[in-house]
């Protein structure tokens, strides 16, 4: 019932963001005492009320300003009384100027949050340096993270200093299975970000509903996109595919506990039934997906998959490369990660109608495979079926955006992207037994 109560409150924020609201007021339409809402709205937002109240301010002012309205007008309409006012809380809430914020960050209007059909955590840098006094370095400078290839930031992470990251989830078992791979991986000579302990041992701590552990934060780049469809794009993208490939053989002989993941059946019984009717794609490829695949899928190599091999989580420097992020670890296909980063690439960069990207996006599609297969060498049914595994994940990735408004213009985005997808599944097959 709080889940009820709290969604109201944020919807009224919302409709009224740009009027005075004060928390007595909202503790009075939800019907509890000052103190009580309080803490209800803190654990289930993940900060104060008035802080709450305030970011979002910010950030609707922000997007106007992104949109080409003056800053000072920006900053009255959304109820600051000066420049100065507005400026000042910004730098105190996200860590930059207003100037500095544009820059680094893709800036986007503000969805509005519900509590009851996705996760949201806010963690505030105020939270975050009474949360790294566990690791002694509540002086330490902290940072955003943005990812280089769309501009996103990093909604479960921060900086902290040169040397190291703060990650924080809600999903102990995730938090734990980042944990697990990234330190058996390391174990093995490969570069990932293993936990550093606290001053009294423990590799992650609990507060509230949050779980936050402190990683070494590993020396190099994310691979961008863009540099993807560069001249040397081929050799690019068959490095992804190697890596990706020995990370696939590394992975392979760890014994983990992790979900045991069916794409065939996730597909076949949640995303076709969901996304029916919404897609301009003729009712025969769903048979032919359904009827082909379900024959495929028995033969297919299992093992645990990094499951978001995105260029994003890919960090390569000084000779070395590794992997960030093993959270979503599970136990699938293993064709699914290069499938998979072949995809995102794309998601990231899709343009309708520009023929020049979308032909270089097909070799880039193929030379990751050819990179993987030099690695963990594809049996005749994988390469068939790859595919068909480029089409789960793009349906799979539909059905999850799909009625998240937080995740619109992904959704739209790989609708055309997903319906192109289709209309090339030929070259698609060729490009993986050629």
């Not at 490939?245 to 992975?251: D, I, Y």
């Not at 082909?292 to 995105?310: A, E, M, W």
């Not at 960069?349 to 020049?356: D, I, L, P, R």
């Not at 793009?394 to 192109?420: S, V």
Request: proline share 2%.
């Amino acid at each position: 019932m709080y889940r009820e109560v709290i969604q109201d409150s944020l919807d009224y924020i919302e409709d009224n963001i740009k009027c005075e609201i004060s928390a007595r007021e909202l503790s009075e339409r939800a019907g509890f005492s000052l103190f009580h809402y309080y803490r209800l709205f803190q654990m289930t937002v993940g900060m104060p009320v008035m802080q709450y109240i305030l970011r979002r301010r910010l950030l609707n002012a922000i997007y106007e300003i992104s949109c080409g309205n003056k800053m000072i007008d920006a900053a009255l309409l959304y109820g600051f009384e000066t420049h100065a006012g507005f400026y000042k809380a910004f730098v105190r809430e996200f860590g930059c100027t207003p100037t500095q914020y544009l820059k680094r960050y893709k800036v986007k209007k503000p969805y509005r949050i519900n509590v009851f059909k996705e996760e949201h955590i806010m963690v505030t840098h105020k939270k975050a340096t009474q949360i790294l006094k566990n690791w002694g370095l509540e002086n330490e400078k902290l940072s955003d993270i943005y990812y280089d290839g769309s501009g996103n930031r990093n909604e479960n992470a921060f900086y902290v200093g040169t040397d190291y990251v703060l990650k924080f989830s809600p999903h102990l078992g995730k938090l734990k299975s980042h944990i697990t791979i990234s330190k058996a991986l390391e174990n093995v000579g490969l570069f990932a970000a293993t936990p550093v302990e606290t001053l009294d041992g423990k590799e992650y701590i609990a507060e509230g509903e949050l779980y936050f552990c402190l990683t070494k934060r590993l020396e190099g780049q994310q691979i961008k996109t863009t540099d993807m469809y560069e001249d040397d794009f081929v050799e690019k993208a068959r490095f992804v595919g190697e890596v990706i490939g020995q990370l696939s053989n590394a992975l392979a002989g760890l014994e983990l506990l992790v979900k045991d993941t069916n794409i065939y059946e996730s597909v076949v019984n949640l995303a076709i039934p969901k996304l029916k009717g919404k897609l301009d794609i003729s009712e025969d490829v769903f048979l032919e997906y359904t009827e082909n695949f379900g024959k495929l899928i028995q033969t297919l190599p299992k093992q645990v998959i990094h499951r978001d091999p995105n260029l994003g989580n890919i960090i390569v420097g000084n000779n070395r490369w590794g992997f960030i992020d093993f959270e979503l670890c599970e136990r699938n296909v293993r064709i699914f990660d290069p499938c998979y980063a072949a995809t995102a690439i794309l998601s990231e960069s899709f343009e309708a109608g520009n023929e020049t990207k979308l032909w270089k996006w097909l070799q880039i599609y193929k030379n990751i495979i050819y990179g993987y297969d030099t690695v963990v060498k594809l049996t005749e049914e994988e390469k068939e079926a790859i595919p068909y595994v480029v089409l789960s994940n793009q349906l799979l990735a539909l059905a999850w955006f799909d009625g998240k408004e937080k995740y619109q213009e992904l959704y739209k985005t790989n609708k055309m992207m997903t319906e192109w997808l289709v209309s090339v599944f030929n070259e698609l097959r060729d490009n993986c037994t050629d």
